[in-house]
């Protein structure tokens, strides 16, 4: 008999998409400074912990750009459990965000986002 595995997910539902929720966690979100990334986190009553991103051309071409997105989106499925429910996080990336790689993003996001983050995982 084997251990159930505990799966990370990251549902559609887990997204932030609309404009208006964009301009919502950007206008009365807490913002949370890094050198490569800047958090707006925003507590909700909703039951889910959702993610925004931003990444503008300034940060690179198409291939760098959906690079970024997928270093931040792995980081946030991974520490989803982490966070606190209801919880909307929009990541907006820098310039230099595009020198890091997977594990790199990881320190940095976990460094800006250190009050957020539980530490029983």
């Known amino acids: 008999m084997s251990s159930p595995i505990q799966r990370f997910s990251l549902p559609r539902g887990a997204r932030i998409t609309e404009k208006c929720e964009f301009q919502r966690v950007f206008s009365q979100g807490e913002k949370l400074w890094g050198r490569l990334f800047i958090c707006y986190v925003l507590m909700e009553t909703s039951a889910e912990c959702r993610l925004g991103l931003v990444?503008?051309?300034?940060?690179?071409?198409?291939?760098?750009?959906?690079?970024?997105?997928?270093?931040?989106?792995?980081?946030?499925?991974?520490?989803?459990?982490?966070?606190?429910?209801?919880?909307?996080?929009?990541?907006?990336?820098?310039?230099?965000?595009?020198?890091?790689?997977?594990?790199?993003?990881?320190?940095?996001?976990?460094?800006?986002?250190?009050?957020?983050?539980?530490?029983?995982?």
Not at 59 to 77: D, L, P, Q, S, T
Request: charged content about 30%; some cysteine.
């Open 55 to 121: 990444v503008s051309r300034k940060v690179g071409g198409a291939v760098v750009r959906n690079r970024v997105k997928r270093n931040i989106r792995e980081f946030f499925r991974l520490n989803r459990h982490r966070l606190s429910p209801g919880l909307q996080l929009v990541v907006v990336a820098r310039m230099g965000s595009a020198e890091l790689d997977g594990k790199a993003c990881s320190h940095e996001l976990e460094r800006i986002l250190g009050k957020q983050l539980s530490h029983d995982g």
